[in-house]
């Protein structure tokens, strides 16, 4: 099994959710994130005075699949999250020993 974990730009969550949706992803959690990358954030002018926008605003996506679907699950969120411009994001993919669904004690496959 594997966890995968996508940043990506807030206005593409959609675009991400309905095609890992059409592949049958049948769960996700999304949490906002804050950070920064190469970008290293922006400068803004608001009511004259020039600041520094450090840590831009993200999603983070976590998604936990069997081993086989992970290749096709990042395929679908590159080509959702993809803009060619800098701070579209990463995905970072990492093995999962085991998982229990609290309200049935399924482990495995069978508790994704």
Known sequence: MKRI??????????????????I????????EVKGFGRQKGHTEVYRGAEYT?????KLKIEIVVAEELAEKVIECIISAAHTGQIGDGKI??????????????????EAI
């Open 24 to 31: 049958g992803i049948q769960g996700m959690t999304v949490t």
């Open 53 to 57: 926008i450090d840590f831009l605003p």
């Open 92 to 109: 970072f993919v990492s093995g999962l020993d085991d998982i229990i669904r609290i309200r049935t004690k399924e482990r495995g496959k």
């Open 5 to 22: 974990e996508a940043i990506i730009k807030p206005f593409k969550l959609s675009d991400v959710k309905e095609k890992l949706i059409g």
